[in-house]
């Protein structure tokens, strides 16, 4: 079992930053890809950002240009810098940890609310 941990959301104005960072327990050569998704009340859960173990990142097109993923590769840690928040971007962000022996392991979601 993998355990991921989120942290760093919360309550921002509109067009404010946050960042979020999300730990998983296993060794770094262990994790393949990690990533952030999000869901809102109503929709489903999607992609918003992934970066591989080889530094291979990807975001979907509502978030490019505004958010930024890194990764710590000596703690299995990624992060999410995310510049220039809507109101749009209010959701639970999830953070997703694939390993390449046991699996995807998800995180408990941390809530992001984007409001005046």
């Known amino acids: 079992q993998v355990q991921v941990v989120e942290s760093g959301g919360g309550l921002v104005q509109p067009g404010g930053s946050l960042r979020l960072s999300c730990a998983a327990s296993s060794s770094v050569i262990n994790i393949a890809k990690m990533g952030w998704y999000r869901q809102a009340p109503g929709n489903q859960r999607e992609l918003v950002a992934t970066i591989t173990n080889t530094g291979r990142w990807n975001y979907a097109d509502r978030v490019k240009g505004r958010f930024t993923i890194s990764r710590d590769y000596d703690k299995s840690t990624v992060y999410l810098q995310m510049n220039s928040l809507k109101p749009e971007d209010t959701a639970v962000y999830y953070c997703?940890?694939?390993?390449?022996?046991?699996?995807?392991?998800w995180g408990q979601g941390t809530q992001v609310t984007v409001s005046s």
């Open positions: 997703k940890a694939d390993h390449i022996f046991r699996g995807t392991f």
